[in-house]
């Protein structure tokens, strides 16, 4: 497993109110009662500290890195092993873990939403790493079956892959719709209570704007029927491993809030044309 060293820093997590109107108004129109209440749950934007440096996953887990620990392989979209392992469910991820962290040198865990949104925005505030424009995320994801085998798609500012789309993410966080309004602003792992667990990044399965840095999926993992959402063809995981060092506070957090250009857009030049 490739893991990048993620810094502690503070960032604006969430959608802030033109991103949501922008999204809310087409769901709104088509009279659509899903999309309107996860979208409204990315707001209210807010600052989070997240105080301690972690490492992430370069990739998704791959269908190889799954057989080799769980000796099967339950992917849909069994291609070759370096595709994201898929039809995961959180439960199933559990044993995973279990069976990984045997190894002493690892504490490998699912990230916390916090951990996600900034390690996908990587210090972008627009609504995909690479751009503010559909046409912008369409250069990182597609929407269309199957997956692709992790790392094909350009990295974000941390050098990792696939945040935008391929197999949605499962966080440790529980999903509450007005969890934003109340979360702590150090390090938060989501709400005490609530049935569903967050994915995030969106999928092949989705359209564009169901894979923006601040879009959250909830999903139950605990429904006791035979449903398409317990385990999934878009379901997969990307893991995490903290880091034990202090935490930045009041006399640190003055070097985590300097000021920085979010990398923003990249803007093409036309070659110029001279004599
Ligand atoms: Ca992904």
Redesign the pocket.
């Known amino acids: 497993m490739a893991f990048m060293l993620i810094p502690p820093r503070d960032f604006f997590m969430g959608s802030s109110e033109a991103e949501l109107a922008e999204f809310l108004e087409p769901a709104d129109a088509r009279n659509e009662i899903w999309p309107h209440n996860v979208i409204r749950s990315e707001g209210p934007r807010r600052k989070v500290l997240i105080t301690r440096p972690s490492y992430i996953g370069k990739y998704?887990i791959t269908q190889a890195q799954w057989q080799a620990v769980e000796g099967n392989n339950p992917a849909e979209f069994k291609i070759s092993p370096p595709h994201?392992v898929d039809m995961v469910s959180w439960d199933d991820i559990q044993s995973f873990l279990e069976k990984v962290n045997k190894e002493p040198s690892l504490k490998l865990r699912f990230p916390t939403e916090a951990q996600w949104e900034y390690a996908a925005r990587a210090g972008t505030t627009t609504r995909w790493h690479c751009g503010d424009t559909e046409e912008d995320a369409n250069q990182l994801h597609q929407m269309s079956e199957p997956t692709n085998p992790v790392g094909q798609k350009q990295a974000n500012a941390f050098g990792i892959h696939?945040?935008?789309?391929?197999?949605?993410?499962w966080c440790a966080d529980r999903y509450a719709p007005d969890y934003y309004a109340k979360s702590a602003t150090n390090d938060p792992t989501g709400p005490a209570k609530g049935n569903s667990r967050i994915q995030?990044?969106?999928?092949i399965m989705h359209h564009a704007n169901y894979c923006r840095s601040a879009f959250r999926l909830a999903i139950s993992p605990y429904l006791r029927f035979k449903s398409p959402y317990l385990r999934f063809k878009s379901h997969?995981l990307?893991l995490a491993m903290p880091i034990d060092v202090p935490k930045l506070n009041a006399s640190n957090t003055a070097w985590a809030s300097t000021p920085t250009t979010p990398p923003g857009r990249l803007v093409r030049r036309k070659k110029s044309h001279h004599g």
Request: charge should be negative; hydrophobic fraction near 20%.
């Open positions: 998704e994201p696939d945040m935008i789309g391929n197999v949605n993410e995030r990044g969106g999928s997969g990307r």
